[in-house]
T-cell receptor, first 116, second 113 residues
C-alpha cells in the first residue's frame, strides 16, 4: 500500500534559519504530492503541491521538488519566521487502481517551532 | 466562500451517548471524507464518499456511520460514544482526481467522558 514517512520532530529553529523537513514515500502508480500546514486550533491548509516528477511546488517562500528517483518531496525554506511555527504534513494521492484510489495518505506530521 | 463548514466546534459527550457531526461544502466536490487526528497518530481516515449515495470505509470505521444524501452534506454519526473516540475530527472535500488537494474544515474537538 501507499505510505509517507516524514522526519521526526519537533524541529526548533531561530528566526531566519534554513528549514528542511524530509519526506519520502512509497506508492503504486504515479502519485501527486502535497505539503499541508496546520496552525494551532485550525484545520489543515494546502501549502504546495507537485503532480509529476521534477515538478517544483512553491508558496510563501516554501519549496519542494518531486524526486521520483529518490521517492522524496522534501520541504525547504531559506529563512523561517516566527509565524511559520506550525505542524507540517506531507501527503500523497494516487490515481492508481485498487483500494488506494483517490485516498490521501498522510505522514505523521512535523512540529516546527521558530524562536525570535 | 464558505468552503468546508463543520459544526459543532466543541462537544462533550458521556459514554454511550450518540451524536452527529455535521459537514457541508459549497464547492460541488464529489469526494468527501472524515478524518480523526490524535496526538502521535497523524490523521486517520474514518469514512469517505465519492458521490451522493456512495460511501465506503477508511482505516478506522468502527463506531461511526455516514451517509451522503446530497453532494453538499456528509454527516458523521457516533452511535454509542466511547472514551477512545475522544479526538479532533476533520471533514475534507475535493474533486475525485489524484491531483486534487483536499480542502479541510476547521475541525470538531470531541471529548467523551
Amino acid at each position: 500500500g501507499n505510505s509517507v514517512t516524514q522526519m521526526e520532530g519537533p524541529v526548533t529553529l531561530s528566526e531566519e534559519a534554513f528549514l528542511t523537513i524530509n519526506c519520502t514515500y512509497t506508492a503504486t502508480g504515479y502519485p501527486s504530492l502535497f505539503w499541508y500546514v496546520q496552525y494551532p486550533g485550525e484545520g489543515l491548509q494546502l501549502l504546495l503541491k507537485a503532480t509529476k516528477a521534477d515538478d517544483k511546488g512553491s508558496n510563501k517562500g516554501f519549496e519542494a521538488t518531486y524526486r521520483k528517483e529518490t521517492t522524496s518531496f522534501h520541504l525547504e525554506k531559506g529563512s523561517v519566521q516566527v509565524s511559520d511555527s506550525a505542524v507540517y504534513f506531507c501527503a500523497l494521492r494516487t490515481n492508481a487502481g485498487g483500494t488506494s484510489y483517490g485516498k490521501l495518505t498522510f505522514g505523521q506530521g512535523t512540529i516546527l517551532t521558530v524562536h525570535p | 466562500n464558505a468552503g468546508v463548514t463543520q459544526t459543532p466546534k466543541f462537544q462533550v459527550l458521556k459514554t454511550g451517548q450518540s451524536m452527529t457531526l455535521q459537514c457541508a461544502q459549497d464547492m460541488n466536490h464529489e469526494y468527501m471524507s472524515w478524518y480523526r487526528q490524535d496526538p502521535g497518530m497523524g490523521l486517520r481516515l474514518i469514512h469517505y464518499s465519492v458521490g451522493a449515495g456512495i460511501t465506503d470505509q477508511g482505516e478506522v470505521p468502527n463506531g461511526y456511520n455516514v451517509s451522503r444524501s446530497t453532494t453538499e452534506d456528509f454527516p458523521l454519526r457516533l452511535l454509542s460514544a466511547a472514551p477512545s473516540q475522544t479526538s479532533v475530527y476533520f471533514c475534507a472535500s475535493s474533486w475525485f482526481r489524484g491531483d486534487s488537494p483536499l480542502h479541510f474544515g476547521n475541525g470538531t474537538r470531541l471529548t467523551v467522558t
